[in-house]
């Protein structure tokens, strides 16, 4: 909590009301902003580095299948998904690697990946059958209209 406050340049009332957190008249300090560089940190050689525990790594990697399973849905035949797939790959080998306890990248290829796609498979089953049920009856309803629609014009 004490990050997004730094962040945000909120606090906590002190008092106990329904209005919630006011604005800071102040800048954070050295110390909220080192904890702040502690999980995102930015530097020149290798880019942005942001730090996960393995839960949120986890929930990180199903939410990126999960949004690759519905871009890869609602594209259409040739169009490619170049775009996030290179992204998405290295998450997959990181959650392999954090899950299988492997310190060194270098053991971590293209099979791995394909393992860590797989387990994620299983864990968002749910989920994605739900995505299918809710598109499915929505492209039943848009026939459904269009048949009513088209018997109500004749």
Same mark, same amino acid.
């Given at each position: 909590?004490?990050?997004?406050?730094?962040?945000?340049?909120?606090?906590?009332?002190?008092?106990?009301?329904? $209005? *919630? @957190?006011?604005? &800071?008249?102040? #800048? =954070?300090?050295?110390?909220?902003?080192? /904890? %702040?560089? !502690?999980?995102?940190?930015?530097?020149?050689? $290798? *880019? @942005?580095?942001? &730090?996960?525990? #393995? =839960?949120?790594?986890?929930?990180?990697? /199903? %939410?990126? !299948?999960?949004?690759?399973?519905?871009?890869?849905? *609602?594209?259409?035949?040739?169009?490619?998904?170049?775009?996030?797939?290179?992204?998405?790959?290295?998450?997959?080998?990181?959650?392999?690697?954090?899950?299988?306890?492997?310190?060194?990248?270098?053991?971590?290829?293209?099979?791995?990946?394909?393992?860590?796609?797989?387990?994620?498979?299983?864990?968002?089953?749910?989920?994605?059958?739900?995505?299918?049920?809710?598109?499915?009856?929505?492209?039943?309803?848009?026939?459904?209209?269009?048949?009513?629609?088209?018997?109500?014009?004749?």
């Amino acid at each position: 909590m004490g990050i997004l406050k730094a962040a945000s340049g909120e606090e906590r009332s002190s008092r106990k009301s329904a $209005r *919630g @957190a006011r604005p &800071k008249a102040r #800048a =954070a300090t050295v110390e909220e902003m080192d /904890e %702040l560089m !502690y999980y995102f940190q930015d530097t020149a050689q $290798r *880019g @942005a580095e942001l &730090k996960l525990t #393995a =839960a949120e790594l986890t929930a990180l990697a /199903e %939410l990126v !299948y999960m949004g690759n399973y519905v871009v890869d849905v *609602g594209k259409k035949q040739g169009q490619g998904g170049e775009k996030y797939s290179e992204v998405s790959h290295k998450i997959f080998q990181n959650f392999y690697a954090v899950r299988n306890r492997i310190a060194d990248m270098a053991f971590v290829g293209e099979d791995e990946a394909a393992d860590a796609r797989d387990i994620l498979d299983g864990r968002t089953q749910i989920y994605i059958a739900q995505f299918e049920k809710c598109a499915f009856r929505k492209k039943l309803s848009e026939i459904f209209e269009k048949i009513e629609n088209f018997l109500s014009d004749k």
